[in-house]
């Protein structure tokens, strides 16, 4: 009988804990002010980026200022889908993953093909960097841009057209 007690005891405690740490919460959520429907403008798709194939046009390196060019895009894709999960090609290869626009643009590389593509590849380098993006989306041109934790290496990429259908 002690025993039951108990437990209903630290059961109660631990609800009432949770319930505090609810409000607690709720009460540090940011309240932003509605704005009048005349004066706004459309709100931006968060998935603008979906259901494209991006072509990887470049890397620029801000430390150094020194930029590469990629000499066939179409060879490094990606393709964002409305689901969370990704898949594209790296030169000979091909990868999949998923990502996330949730404090901040995280990609997650999952199952990638290991072919050998040349010397003259960029396919390591480009699954490196796309492991490391923090930051991105359109970048108003039209085209899509992924940066690495503080910036230091910014990702162009093409609109390729509209993704096949999986």
Same mark, same amino acid.
């Given at each position: 009988?002690? @025993?039951?007690?108990?437990?209903?005891?630290?059961?109660? #405690?631990?609800?009432?804990? @949770?319930?505090? $740490?609810?409000?607690?919460?709720? *009460?540090?959520?940011? %309240?932003?002010?509605?704005?009048?429907?005349?004066?706004?403008?459309?709100?931006?798709?968060?998935?603008? #980026?979906?259901?494209?194939?991006?072509?990887?046009?470049?890397?620029?390196?801000?430390?150094?200022?020194?930029?590469?060019?990629?000499? &066939?895009?179409?060879?490094?894709? %990606?393709? =964002?889908?409305?689901? !969370?999960? @990704?898949?594209?090609?790296?030169?000979?290869?091909?990868?999949?993953?998923?990502?996330?626009?949730?404090?901040? =643009? %995280? #990609?997650?590389?999952?199952?990638?093909?290991? *072919?050998?593509?040349?010397?003259?590849?960029?396919?390591?380098?480009?699954?490196?960097?796309?492991?490391?993006?923090?930051?991105?989306?359109?970048?108003?041109?039209? !085209?899509? *841009? $992924?940066?690495?934790?503080? !910036?230091?290496?910014?990702?162009? =990429?093409? &609109?390729?057209? *509209?993704?096949? #259908?999986?």
């Amino acid at each position: 009988m002690k @025993l039951n007690t108990h437990r209903h005891a630290r059961s109660l #405690i631990l609800s009432a804990s @949770l319930g505090m $740490l609810v409000l607690v919460l709720a *009460a540090c959520a940011p %309240i932003s002010a509605p704005t009048p429907a005349s004066t706004s403008a459309p709100a931006a798709a968060s998935n603008t #980026i979906v259901d494209i194939s991006w072509q990887w046009q470049s890397v620029t390196n801000r430390t150094d200022q020194t930029t590469t060019t990629v000499p &066939n895009p179409e060879d490094y894709t %990606i393709i =964002f889908r409305a689901d !969370g999960t @990704l898949s594209g090609t790296a030169d000979c290869n091909a990868y999949g993953g998923t990502y996330t626009q949730e404090n901040g =643009f %995280i #990609i997650t590389l999952g199952p990638t093909t290991m *072919a050998y593509c040349g010397e003259a590849s960029l396919d390591q380098q480009y699954l490196q960097l796309l492991s490391e993006v923090v930051a991105g989306g359109p970048d108003g041109a039209g !085209g899509l *841009a $992924l940066e690495n934790a503080g !910036g230091e290496k910014r990702m162009s =990429f093409l &609109n390729g057209g *509209a993704a096949p #259908i999986p």
